[in-house]
């Protein structure tokens, strides 16, 4: 993880060293242009509903939508700025993720949970062009590699599903509904001090694309990014199963404590306080994939003036 945000921050000033030497060597602004995009994407999500528990496994079942719009300026040959906004849903649920060959696998089946989290992100990055542009808009390569990264704000609402798969739920809750989960406290954070999660966060977002021109006013982009979070919350799971008397309500307790469950479809009582529902040592993260068709907004060109 370490070794992710060092190689972010090398890759931040690596972009701001170039854009400085291209500001030096006096890129035109008439060269400059602008650009809006709208995305159609793939998401999915590390974290520990996920089929083992390492932040490189996801399951592609989980895969949701995730839609986008956004506004780029070029500054330099290889340099531009891109501010974006998106909208899109991770999910995970333990019973379907979990392996029967993995030694883990109860514990996944007794956690129970199945979650689907709503993610509102809006994000400024650094894009650098593999390949360079000296040119203006309507001379400028038909295919070009790219990387990014930047930084995005984001919120998120993690919800809990009732009675997955047949699992028994209280009275008070109708199975099939989802309910949200952070203020429930579903691991005591409501009563042994330490607070519930924040709703806002901050992520890394990086990765790399590539473009290709389809006439002189669109591109087509295909682009794959990582968002590496600060929360450890997306799926509402991290530490320890709390003491029953630091959940309240019935909606707490069936998601805090969790329920045994086999894949013969017999379910009991499940009461494990202190022992470990998550992987608290490392945070969640998101990817997002997918196609951006980009609209060229070409520059007015100034006529001189005669005397």
Request: proline share 5%; net charge positive.
């Amino acid at each position: 993880m370490k070794k992710l945000l060092t190689l972010t921050l090398m890759l931040v000033l690596a972009l701001v060293l170039v854009a400085n030497q291209a500001s030096a060597q006096q890129f035109s602004k008439r060269k400059q242009y602008n650009s809006v995009g709208l995305t159609l994407n793939a998401m999915n999500y590390f974290g520990d509903v996920v089929p083992k528990p390492s932040i490189t496994s996801l399951r592609f079942a989980a895969t949701r939508p995730n839609v986008g719009v956004s506004f780029t300026r070029r500054f330099a040959p290889r340099i531009s700025a891109r501010a974006a906004l998106s909208y899109g849903r991770i999910t995970g649920d333990d019973f379907k993720a979990a392996d029967d060959t993995d030694v883990d696998a109860k514990f996944r089946y007794n956690r129970n949970m199945s979650f689907r989290n709503d993610i509102i992100e809006l994000s400024a990055v650094g894009v650098f062009d593999l390949i360079e542009n000296r040119n203006n808009y309507l001379k400028r390569p038909d295919f070009v590699p790219y990387v990014f990264a930047g930084v995005a704000v984001f919120h998120h609402n993690p919800k809990g599903l009732v009675g997955p798969d047949g699992t028994p739920a209280p009275a008070s809750l109708n199975s099939g509904d989802y309910i949200a989960l952070q203020p429930l406290g579903t691991e005591g954070q409501r009563l042994n001090g330490e607070g519930t999660y924040g709703l806002w966060q901050v992520s890394i977002p990086f990765g790399g694309g590539v473009r290709y021109k389809l006439n002189k006013s669109f591109d087509l982009g295909l682009e794959i990014g990582w968002r590496k979070t600060f929360t450890d919350y997306l799926d509402d799971v991290s530490g320890n199963y709390a003491d029953p008397s630091q959940l309240q309500g019935d909606a707490a307790n069936y998601f805090g404590r969790g329920i045994t469950r086999s894949r013969s479809g017999e379910f009991a009582g499940f009461d494990n306080a202190g022992s470990m529902r998550g992987k608290s040592n490392e945070k969640d993260w998101y990817i997002v994939t997918g196609l951006t068709l980009n609209y060229i907004l070409a520059p007015r060109i100034k006529s001189p003036k005669f005397r």
